[in-house]
């Protein structure tokens, strides 16, 4: 066979086999994506965040007046929020508790970020300081312990990246959807889509009542001075998309729908198992016979009457046989 026909064989094979392939559509219509430019590094801000503080001012905060120097700023005479209120978002920030090491417990370099005014999660010097494991660095306050203590030494810089969903309510003023935080600590994930209870609280249990749908964002003083540097934030947006269509499959170019592709696989790996146990059932059956065959002793055939001795064994004379034997001697 030369090149040309091979090249021929191989392509039609080839087309034969795509014809039966088949492709899964979701009846989606997708928005396309906003393109956003990434920071020059993973700290710093992308091209939709919002600047919370960039080392300038506080002018996007309101409440108490915390210092600003050398880029950073320390909390003090009370606590601060923003401005502006969120809802869905991804909150970068970045927080050292103070180089000289002062009290011990909750009292050492104790701060927090809550969001929505109301959700806390814990700022704390918890490198080698001991205190209520859901009151850690890193802690959803009094509702759970992050999963590993990723804390650096007092003086030192933290990073909170922070992923936030916002609770909803139904018109009855019942939790639809609770709230969920995922945080990363130090490039450590340390709580993994944790689901709050509720507002957290420091004198009793954690309850959900009916709130705004976005709310400002407030870090707290609590008598440390614990400062702060580089802290932006994302509004999250779900990707925009319109059914068009139920799911289908596309399948030797046509829309099939899926419940129907569906089935119609099924039947198909149901007559392949059939034809493949009918396949394997006739080869035992053959192979069985020719074991049997090859166990049976050869065919006899039956001598005819008056057939001569073949075999070379002597043959009985007659008597005058035997006379006439003499006579030749």
């Not at 709310?215 to 932006?232: E, K, M, S, T, Y």
């Not at 069985?288 to 090859?294: E, R, Y």
Request: proline residues 7%; charged residues 20%; hydrophobic residues 35%.
């Amino acid at each position: 066979m030369n090149v040309r026909k091979f090249c021929t064989l191989v392509f039609s094979v080839f087309l034969s086999g795509t014809a039966f392939a088949q492709e899964f559509k979701s009846g989606m219509e997708w928005s396309e994506p906003p393109i956003v430019t990434p920071g020059a590094t993973d700290d710093q801000p992308p091209s939709d965040a919002i600047v919370l503080f960039d080392g300038q001012d506080m002018s996007a905060w309101e409440g108490s007046d915390w210092q600003v120097a050398d880029g950073v700023v320390s909390a003090s005479k009370g606590d601060v929020t923003t401005k502006q209120a969120f809802g869905d978002i991804q909150l970068h920030i970045e927080w050292s508790a103070p180089t000289e090491v002062r009290g011990n417990g909750q009292g050492r370099g104790n701060s927090g970020v809550f969001l929505m005014n109301r959700y806390e999660v814990q700022v704390l010097d918890s490198f080698d300081n001991e205190t209520y494991f859901d009151g850690q660095a890193a802690s959803v306050y009094k509702q759970t312990p992050p999963m590993v203590n990723a804390v650096r030494k007092p003086g030192e810089w933290n990073t909170y990246d922070l992923f936030w969903t916002a609770p909803t309510f139904n018109v009855s003023g019942d939790v639809a959807t609770p709230a969920c935080v995922t945080l990363v600590h130090n490039g450590v994930l340390v709580l993994n889509h944790f689901e709050l209870y509720g507002p957290t609280n420091y004198l009793g249990p954690a309850q959900y009542a009916v709130h705004e749908a976005k709310a400002p964002i407030r870090l707290q003083d609590h008598g440390n001075p614990v400062r702060f540097r580089n802290i932006w934030v994302r509004e999250l947006q779900s990707p925009v998309g319109a059914r068009t269509s139920a799911p289908y499959v596309i399948k030797g170019g046509k829309n099939i729908p899926f419940r129907q592709a569906e089935q119609e696989q099924a039947d198909g790996q149901l007559k392949r198992a059939i034809q493949q146990a009918v396949d394997k059932a006739v080869k035992k059956a053959v192979e069985q016979a020719l074991k049997d065959n090859q166990k049976k002793p050869p065919r006899q055939e039956p001598e005819a009457p008056g057939d001569s001795k073949t075999d070379g064994s002597a043959v009985p004379l007659e008597s005058g046989d035997e006379a006439n034997t003499k006579d030749v001697k």
